[in-house]
């Protein structure tokens, strides 16, 4: 037995330092990333998806000029958009509220940059077509039409 661990003692050796090297190349996927959704909150399946841009208030957009959002199924997703021609993308957290009195479902998205937004949503053309309706600080209505699609072009 002695003459065993002398032997492969280098072998033995070599395999405790690469079992504990391994360890920290483990990685947490986004998949498993979970936020605590506010209480009164839920995840719409429905919105599940990558959603593009393709109209604001009845006027179509070019592709060059969308932006697109994915929403993931924890309440998690990115934004993607241009600035200057150039593409960007930032995490963002997100859940659903039923308005009881109004009737109305709303979308609320915290982005990475600490901004948030909340509109009204629904959708049309057999759940691919996902409007919101985004009311600003002086009361002006924009509505925006996205379409889902199976992933962002770039």
């Known amino acids: 037995m002695k003459k065993f661990f002398r032997t492969h003692l280098v072998q033995i050796i070599l395999l405790a ?56 199924s924890r309440g998690y997703g990115r ?21 009881y009195h109004g009737g109305r479902n709303w979308l609320m998205i915290d982005y990475s940059d600490g901004s948030s937004a909340d509109q009204q949503y629904w959708f049309s053309d057999g759940g691919y077509s996902l409007w919101m309706q985004f009311t600003d600080n002086l009361g002006r209505i924009t509505t925006y039409r996205y379409q889902l699609i199976d992933d962002v072009p770039w």
């Open 17 to 72: 330092v690469c079992a504990v090297a391994v360890l920290p190349l483990s990685s947490c996927d986004d998949d498993d990333y979970y936020w605590d959704i506010p209480s009164s909150g839920f995840i719409d399946r429905q919105l599940i998806g990558t959603w593009e841009l393709v109209q604001i208030d009845g006027q179509n957009i070019y592709p060059e000029n969308a932006n697109y959002f994915s929403f993931g």
């Open 79 to 99: 934004y993607y958009y241009h600035v200057n021609g150039r593409p960007y993308s930032e995490e963002l957290n997100y859940w659903c509220e039923y308005d």
